[in-house]
């Protein structure tokens, strides 16, 4: 089993950035697409933005020219770079494979409020 630890969240105002880090317990990231996942209360958690081995990205919609996902597979460690955030980028915010594969992490709080 694959643990996932994420962190970087916090409370930021609309417009301002974070930076999310995910790190695995084990070399896992030369093998699989991963991807960051965010959950509102009362609703199921989203795919955000995926990136594969050869470090191809892809964003949902809303996110697109705003997050950047990378990662260091020699860290085992996937990023997450939060730029112009809006106040419905507010949720938890994970890391697991896509589609996921592992037990999910404890997850990051973002909250975009003035």
């Known amino acids: 089993q694959v643990q996932l630890v994420e ?3 916090g409370l930021v105002q609309p417009g301002g950035s974070l930076r ?3 790190v695995a317990s084990r ?3 030369g093998v699989y697409t991963m991807g960051w996942y965010c959950q509102t209360p009362g609703k199921q958690r ?3 933005a ?3 081995t050869y470090g191809s990205t892809n964003y949902r919609d809303s996110v697109k020219g705003r997050f950047t996902i990378s990662r260091d597979n020699a860290k085992n460690t ?3 770079q939060m730029n112009s955030l809006k106040p419905e ?3 938890v915010y994970y890391c697991n494979a896509s589609p996921h594969m592992w037990s999910w992490g404890q997850g990051t ?3 975009v409020s003035s």
């Open 20 to 22: 999310l880090s995910c």
């Open 46 to 48: 989203e795919l955000v």
């Open 27 to 29: 070399s896992i990231f």
């Open 50 to 52: 995926t990136i594969t």
């Open 89 to 91: 980028d507010t949720a």
């Open 78 to 80: 996937v990023y997450l």
């Open 109 to 111: 709080q973002v909250t």
């Open 7 to 9: 962190s970087g969240g």
